[in-house]
C-alpha cells in the first residue's frame, strides 16, 4: 500500500465530483498500473490498428465476494476479457477499465484491485488505454464494480461456433467448478477455499501456443467455460451446430474436494462458472496432439477429451454414465449461482 493510498483512506463521494480529490484519485490509479496504463489523459484513445480484422467485446464484473483468496474482482475482469478475445483467435491487445466504487471502500482495497488487474495485464501483454471512475453512495454498489472493454486483432483464420462438425472431439483445458466452489466456500463459511482455488487465469498464451503448434484448421472452435459453466456453453454449441453432443460423465475433470462440497451445496459440477477453463471442439485426427499442446502449458495440465458431436440431428446434449446409458443435460432456466463473475 502506497503512502498516498493511506492519506486517502476511504473512497468519498468528492473523488467523483471531476475536482481535486477526482485528480488525487485518477493519479493514484495511473501510479499503480504502471506501465500497462498507456493512456494520455484525452477524451478517447487513440491506437494503432495494423490488421485488417479486429476482435472486440465487453464485459461487467459484480464478484461476489469482490476480494477472495487467490484473486480479486480485478484479476477477473482482466482474465475474463482477454479469454474472450483469444478464443476466437485474436491476440488480445487493448482493454478499457471502469469503474464503480462505492463510498467507504478502503483505498487499499482499491490499491489491491488495480495491482491485480497491472500483475495479470502483464501476463497477458494487454495494455490499459483508457478508463473511467464513478462513485456512488453507501449501499449502491457491493464496495466495486468493474467494466472491461478489449480488442484483438486476427493473425489467423478466426473461430467460430459454426465451423463445428460431426465427428468434432469436445476437450476440457482442465478442471471445472473450482472457482465457483472457492467463492462460494468464503461466502457461506465452509472451509474449502484453502483446498479449492479459484482457476482464474488468463489463457491467451496457453491458446496462443496450442494454435501455433497445432497449425490452422485443426482447432475448429474454442469458448471459455464462464457463467453458466460447462453445459451452457455445449447447449449453445448443440443448437449451432444442429448436432447431439454426447459427454462422459466419468471423463469430466472434477477435483475431489469440488465434488464434495458440489454435492454438499446441491450444485451440479457442469453448471459451475470457472474463470481459467476452455472447452475446445477438434478434429478427430488432431485430439493428440492438442491434448500434448494443452498439457505442455500450467494452464492445461489437466486437458481431457469429454465427450464428441455425433452425427444425430437433434441438438441435444447427453450425458452417458458409467453404466452406458444417456441421459439429457437440461440447461438452467434461471441463476443457480449468481455474482460469481
Known amino acids: 500500500m502506497t503512502s498516498q493510498a493511506t492519506d486517502l483512506g476511504v473512497v468519498e463521494l468528492d473523488h467523483g465530483s471531476g475536482a481535486q480529490l477526482s485528480h488525487e484519485l485518477i493519479s493514484l490509479i495511473v501510479e499503480t498500473l504502471g506501465d500497462v496504463y498507456i493512456g494520455e489523459m484525452e477524451d478517447s484513445a487513440m491506437l494503432p490498428i495494423s490488421s485488417g480484422q479486429i476482435a472486440m467485446t465487453t464485459d461487467s464484473f459484480v464478484v461476489d465476494p469482490p476480494f477472495f483468496g487467490n484473486g480479486d474482482i480485478g484479476k477477473i475482469a482482466v482474465c475474463g476479457t482477454v479469454n474472450d478475445l483469444a478464443v476466437v483467435g485474436a491476440r488480445p491487445l487493448y482493454l478499457t477499465l471502469g469503474m464503480i466504487l462505492e463510498t467507504g471502500l478502503p483505498i487499499a482495497r482499491l490499491v489491491q484491485v488495480l495491482t491485480s488487474i ?26 466495486i464494480y468493474l467494466n472491461t472493454a478489449g480488442v484483438g486483432v486476427f493473425e489467423r483464420t478466426p473461430m467460430r461456433m459454426r465451423d463445428v462438425r460431426p465427428g468434432d472431439r469436445v476437450i476440457l483445458s ?17 472451509g474449502f477455499e484453502q ?5 482464474c487465469a488468463p489463457l491467451n498464451g496457453m491458446l496462443d501456443e496450442l494454435l501455433a503448434t497445432v497449425g490452422e484448421g485443426r482447432v475448429h472452435s474454442v469458448r471459455d467455460v464462464t457463467r453458466g459453466g460447462l453445459a451452457a456453453v455445449l447447449h449453445e454449441y448443440a443448437a449451432s451446430s444442429g448436432h447431439t453432443i454426447r459427454i462422459e460423465r466419468e471423463a469430466l475433470p472434477i477435483q475431489f474436494e469440488t465434488a464434495m462440497a458440489t454435492d454438499m451445496l446441491g450444485v451440479n459440477a457442469i453448471h459451475a462458472a470457472n474463470e481459467g477453463c476452455v472447452c475446445l471442439f477438434v478434429a478427430p485426427q488432431a485430439e493428440q496432439e492438442v491434448l500434448a499442446a494443452l498439457r505442455a502449458h500450467r494452464y492445461g495440465t489437466g486437458a481431457v477429451v469429454i465427450g464428441e458431436v455425433t452425427e444425430a440431428a437433434e441438438p441435444l446434449v447427453l450425458m452417458r454414465g458409467a453404466d452406458g446409458r444417456d441421459a439429457v443435460v ?12
Open 174 to 190: 482442465g478442471p471445472i467448478g473450482n472457482h465457483t466452489v472457492h467463492l462460494l466456500s468464503i461466502r457461506e463459511g465452509l
Open 330 to 341: 437440461d440447461e438452467l432456466q434461471g441463476a443457480e449461482l449468481p455474482r460469481l463473475c
Open 195 to 199: 483446498r479449492v482455488l479459484s482457476d
Open 118 to 143: 497491472r500483475e495479470t495485464a502483464r501476463e497477458a501483454g494487454v495494455k490499459i488505454v483508457c478508463g473511467d471512475t464513478k462513485v456512488v453512495r453507501k449501499g449502491e454498489a457491493d464496495q
